[in-house]
């Protein structure tokens, strides 16, 4: 079974410049979860999706960045403009179900950005 | 706000020590998680407890939860090499969203 994709794999862009990223779950899987990780630090949800609807984007700084799942499978992550700050790696991962105490996140690579 | 704090926050060792690592709150979680993640890969997760006081063992790695469920803990027995990873506790809340919540993380180094 194919795993979470995500790309790029890497970016370096300048402070003030718009970088999206790409996420492709689990065929079947109903959820989708963006994380941010600061080095260091463990994974912090920015939004997380059910189908092709918004569950939790709480701690998502709209000013920002904004996600969207359209017809509920890939979903992009947009930062506009970036800051020095947002440099981190942004993690993919998605689960069959919600809604299940025990049920199991898949995470993607992730895309590390940098910010300069 | 909730919060896991994990201790130490680095660890070195030589093979064939043994080691633990804490996972601690002052907020009650429904099940706790135990992730390993190696450099440029996402966390893969290693095993999820659900009852307090429960006892999962993993060929040498022994996890707990607590009886409170607020606080976990991973034992490594005659650590290897390829143990070497950053360590995260996750802790799930919000019923029928199925949230995580990671912990600060453990850097665990295991030196041949």
């Known amino acids: 079974e194919a795993g979470v994709a995500q790309s790029p794999r890497y970016k370096i862009i300048e402070k003030r410049q718009s970088v999206a990223f790409w996420c492709n779950p689990i065929s079947g899987h109903a959820t989708l979860y963006w994380y941010q990780q600061i080095l260091g630090q463990g994974p912090k949800l920015l939004i997380q999706f059910q189908n092709n609807g918004v569950v939790d984007d709480s701690q998502l700084p709209k000013d920002r960045f904004s996600a969207e799942r359209l017809k509920g499978v890939d979903s992009t992550l947009k930062i506009q403009p970036a800051k020095l700050e947002d440099s981190a790696v942004y993690l993919c991962?998605?689960?069959?179900?919600?809604?299940?105490?025990?049920?199991?996140?898949?995470f993607g690579p992730g895309t590390r950005l940098t910010v300069l | 706000t909730q919060l896991l704090e994990q201790s130490p926050q680095f660890l070195s060792i030589q093979e064939g020590e043994n080691l633990t690592v804490y996972c601690n709150s002052s907020?009650?979680?429904?099940?706790l998680q135990w992730y390993r993640q190696e450099p440029g890969e996402g966390p893969v997760l290693l095993v999820t407890?659900?009852?307090?006081?429960e006892v999962k063992k993993l060929k040498r790695l022994t996890f707990q939860f607590g009886d409170a469920r607020k606080d976990s803990s991973l034992h490594i027995t005659a650590a290897q090499t390829g143990d070497t990873g950053l360590y995260l506790c996750?802790?799930?809340?919000?019923?029928?969203?199925?949230?995580?919540?990671f912990g600060t993380g453990t850097l665990l180094a295991v030196q041949p």
């Open positions: 991962a998605s689960s069959f179900r919600q809604g299940f105490l025990t049920d199991t996140q898949y």
């Open positions: 907020s009650v979680f429904s099940s």
């Open positions: 996750a802790g799930a809340y919000g019923g029928a969203t199925n949230k995580l919540i």
């Open positions: 407890v659900v009852t307090g006081g």
